[in-house]
Nanobody, 126 residues
Framework: QVQLVESGGGLVQAGGSLRLSCVAS????????VGWFRQAPGKEREFVAA???????NYGDSVKGRSTISRDNAKNTVFLQMNSLKPEDTAVYYC????????????????????WGQGTQVIVSS
């Protein structure tokens, strides 16, 4: 089992940047695929990005070209760098993780992840 803790959220003006971090417990973190999701008030949870255990990456259409996901297995941490932020990026951002047999697997459905953090709030002002 793995526990996840997100940080790095906050209030930023439109056009600004934030780097979110997801720190995991456990010694086998490198074997997990990790995803970022977000949920705005009154909206469904949305896939943001995912990185497989081998470093294969997948982005949601809403952040593609503006965000970069990366991982540092030595620090049990996955990062989400978000640039050119827009008010519509306002949401609670969650990281999620799961063990997957394929090294390239980057699931986009939240139901594919068993472990979730508590979330970090991102507010982008116009």
């Amino acid at each position: 089992q793995v526990q996840l803790v997100e940080s790095g959220g906050g209030l930023v003006q439109a056009g600004g940047s934030l780097r979110l971090s997801c720190v995991a417990s456990g010694r086998t973190f490198s074997a997990y695929v990790v995803g970022w999701f977000r949920q705005a008030p009154g909206k469904e949870r949305e896939f943001v990005a995912a990185i497989s255990r081998s470093g294969h990456i997948n982005y949601g259409d809403s952040v593609k070209g503006r965000s970069t996901i990366s991982r540092d297995n030595a620090k049990n941490t996955v990062f989400l760098q978000m640039n050119s932020l827009k008010p519509e990026d306002t949401a609670v951002y969650y990281c999620a993780a799961d063990l997957r047999p394929g090294s390239l697997t980057t699931p986009v459905a939240g139901t594919e992840y068993r472990y979730w953090g508590q979330g970090t709030q991102v507010i982008v002002s116009s």
